[in-house]
């Protein structure tokens, strides 16, 4: 049996589901809905998660929401799995609120916090779309786990070949480094087309005894077979925020650490894969109109009041549709009360339920979601049209265009390539129409997207964000995009194989990811090696701070990481080094002696944060370190008590000053900035200072007074 939790996970046969991954690809239109209910050839997209559980014998379920946590529930308890209803299949089905989640790294530390989870279960996200049987993939994690007990997780991959397939992802390419004898996972890295040159970072033993493979070629749809150790390691690092980029790689590169193994599952057969973003919903569709995700075909009828037929020339059709004379429908699916003019040509395109599409329009490679008006002689190439819009006659709707919930366009209009149109601002705010875009009588603007937190990262959110993923918009020639092959890994591997941990250094170049020498950073590679790095050396696992200074520098340039990435880095270090003193199991240190441990006992570290993390002696370094390490006591109470993160972060701010890392301008500076202000968690943790910037304070004045009285 499995539980379920939504984004999903999914268990022992309970499974856990995701309904959000708090990423923001599906803008403007998850503004209104959240992705999972968004609709999929006429289908809400969690109907096919559930199904999936169902047809892999899932009885308890649990769900956990981000945005628009009740429309989900309110669409659960409205629909055939509501838990009260005798439709539904599951024994359980909850959902769990979590109100200040922030990523589903929150969820998972929330959900090892409630101690319901005693066996294996399953982790999927609200947006996969699979038809594969689990059954061999479960066999094999209960045999491992039986033969050691170490073995926490089982990743079921897709093996989808070497050339172009397009439900692989493309903004970003996984790369899993696997023992294809154990099949045993390695090491993780993710590649985009923006990122500067990659190498694999492995510690050389973890090739003693082991083969190793690239593996770039899989379709991951992140479908986790986990124990309940998966949990606790979630739990212990705070700073984990995502699956992939996060825990796994670095669950990976502390495995001595940990000592926790963890497996892929990689099949042949079967269909499955996640709607992340737009170009994987527009796969995704067609796949599903094509038969690849049969039985759910849309004639399967998924929602109790739906009534799709397939009629000639592969169109799925609900009842009362209306299709005028000398009208074209081909490879499409057209939903009930949808009314089509004549000599109109409808192709490769999904329409909703009581649309009205008028005489001489053509409709092509699009989506049309519910109540939308299309006039006569428009024409819509590879676009998303959200419910109740309206375009006008004669009027043009250009490739990668999204028009959101309730938007209006004018007559006889030319939307250009990729405009996206919408009501509201990023921050659900009301957009002032701009007739130049949308027409006099048009109603809706240009959709500005949300800033990335990291400088540098627009241009991938850039693509990610589109509906066609398309790099020609970008300055890139062909030596500037990244590629990887299995050639790339052979060329190293002899020579990485045969490294031992005696050899100079603990860090192995095994192969090259990329030939990309754009320069372009890779952020979260940066921010999960760096991390690692200096916590392998706080620890006093490897090295010393001089070669590590070398090492964390040569990283930051070959990511071009910013400022901000590098203090944020440091900081996190430091503090979860502090966190894991305090948690240390039977002798664990209160916040001041942790505090100094982690600031002083490496010979080093204290000169390393004031050169490396802080980077100056002016005020404002100052302050932006002192808001990083702020931050990062802020993010360790998701493993620790509020209380006890505030009083690190006074003790760490208090041995900074001591050490002359941080001076006392600096300081007073930090508690002046208003950043330090925001959020639920970061006043909190901040208050606890308060003692300290008195006593700066004071001694200030004092300092003041004497100088007054060597005047006199």
Known sequence: MLDLFTSLFVSDTRPQLIADDFRTRFLPFSLDKPRCLLPLANTPLIEYTLEFLVMNDVQHVYIYCGAHQEQIERYIHDSRWSPIARSCPFTTLEFIRVADARSVGDFLRDLEKRNIISGDFLLVHGDLVSNMSLEGALAAHKARREANRDSCMTMVLREAGEGDHHTKARAITPIFIVDPRK?????????????????????????????AESRS????????????????????????????????????????????????EIVTEGYSARATNLQMYDAISHDVLSGWVYPFTPDCNLLKNQNFHLRGNNVYQEDDVLIGDDAVTIDAVLGQDTHIGSKSIIKNSIIGRNCKIGSNVRLINSFIWDDVEIADDVVVEHAVIADAAYVGK?????????????????????????????????????????????????????????????????????LENSLIYNLDQFDLDSSS?????????????????????????????LSSFASDDSGAPNYSSFHADAVHGLL???????????????????????????????????????????????????????????????????????????????????????????????????????????????????????????????????????????????????????????????????????????DDEDDD
């Open 183 to 211: 099949n045993r996972c390695l090491h993780y890295e993710e590649m985009d087309p923006f990122q500067a040159d990659r190498y694999v970072d492995l510690d050389p033993t973890v090739l003693e005894g082991a083969e």
């Open 536 to 706: 392998e050396v706080l620890r006093g696992s490897v090295g010393d701070f001089d070669s590590e200074k070398l090492e964390f520098t040569s990283l930051r340039l070959a990511n071009n990481a910013s400022d901000v990435a590098m203090r944020k880095a440091v900081a996190t270090a430091f503090v979860r080094r502090a966190v894991e003193l305090m948690n240390a199991e039977g002798n664990g240190l209160d916040a001041v002696k942790a505090a100094k441990e982690a600031l002083t006992s490496r010979i080093g570290a204290s000169a390393f944060v004031a050169d490396v993390g802080v980077g100056g002696d002016s005020v404002s370094e100052q302050v932006e370190f002192a808001l990083a390490v702020q931050r990062a006591c802020a993010s360790s109470a998701k493993v620790i008590e509020t209380g006890k993160a505030g009083n690190l972060l006074a003790s760490m701010l208090q041995q900074m000053y001591d050490l002359d890392i941080l001076e006392e301008e600096g300081l007073l500076a930090w508690w002046e900035d208003a950043r330090g202000k925001e959020g639920d968690v970061m006043p909190v943790v901040r208050a606890k200072c308060q003692a300290l910037i008195e006593w700066l304070e004071n001694a200030e004045e004092e300092s003041d007074e004497d």
């Open 481 to 509: 995009v990244s590629s990887f092959g299995d050639n790339d890994f052979s060329e190293d591997h002899s020579e990485a194989a045969s490294a031992t941990p005696s050899q100079p250094t603990a860090r192995s170049r």
């Open 394 to 462: 004669g009027t043009a709707i250009r490739e990668g265009s999204l028009l959101s919930y309730g938007v209006r366009i004018g007559e006889k209009l030319d939307i250009h390539a990729s405009t996206v149109i919408s009501l509201l601002t990023y921050d659900n705010k009301p957009l002032g129409s701009q007739s130049q875009v949308v027409g006099e009588q048009g109603k809706g603007a240009i959709f500005e997207y949300p800033e990335e937190d990291e400088a540098g990262a627009e241009e991938l959110a850039r």
């Open 217 to 264: 070629d899989l379709i991951d749809a992140q479908i986790d077979i986990c124990t309940p150790d998966v949990l606790a390691l979630w739990s212990e690092s705070f700073d984990y925020e995502v699956p992939r980029a996060n825990f796994l790689h670095g669950v990976l590169k502390d495995w001595e650490l940990n000592g926790k193994l963890i497996h892929t």
